[in-house]
């Protein structure tokens, strides 16, 4: 088994991740899909076929990014600003409708710094190794 650091291992999954899968597990707020794409390679590979190993250390470091907790809250706030969105859309005067909206995009910023830290990463990846 090869012994790698939570962020050198995050770097190697995201090097191996293609944009259509990274892309798709943002959206839905599961980070899992990013490895469990390249599951059998990076457990072969890094992990000896070691399943409970495999998924210990790839939950270890994904929950440095987002836990199970914040993506549930992540996509309630993403679906109370769409909301607000479309009210605001009908009614562009409300100011009031314009703070809620303002507080909660905050809010949803706040609680995924570690994602959008890992989305910079991603990309600054992704355009060294297609360029």
Not at 23 to 33: P, V, W
Not at 56 to 79: H, I, R, Y
């Amino acid at each position: 088994m090869t012994t790698l650091s939570n962020i050198e291992l995050l770097n190697y999954v995201l090097n191996i991740t293609d944009l259509k899968t990274f892309n798709t597990a943002i959206k839905k707020h599961n980070l899992q899909l990013i490895y469990e794409n390249k599951k059998n390679s990076l457990l072969y590979d890094l992990f000896d076929g070691q399943v409970l190993k495999f998924s210990t250390k790839m939950s270890e470091v994904f929950n440095e990014v987002q836990n199970t907790e914040q993506a549930f809250v992540s996509l309630g706030l993403e679906q109370k600003i769409a909301q607000l969105k479309f009210s605001i859309s009908y009614d562009r005067k409300n100011s009031e409708l314009i703070k809620q909206h303002n507080i909660l995009v905050a809010e949803f910023e706040n609680i995924n710094i570690g994602v959008n830290k890992m989305i910079k990463q991603f990309r600054k990846i992704y355009n060294d190794r297609t360029f």
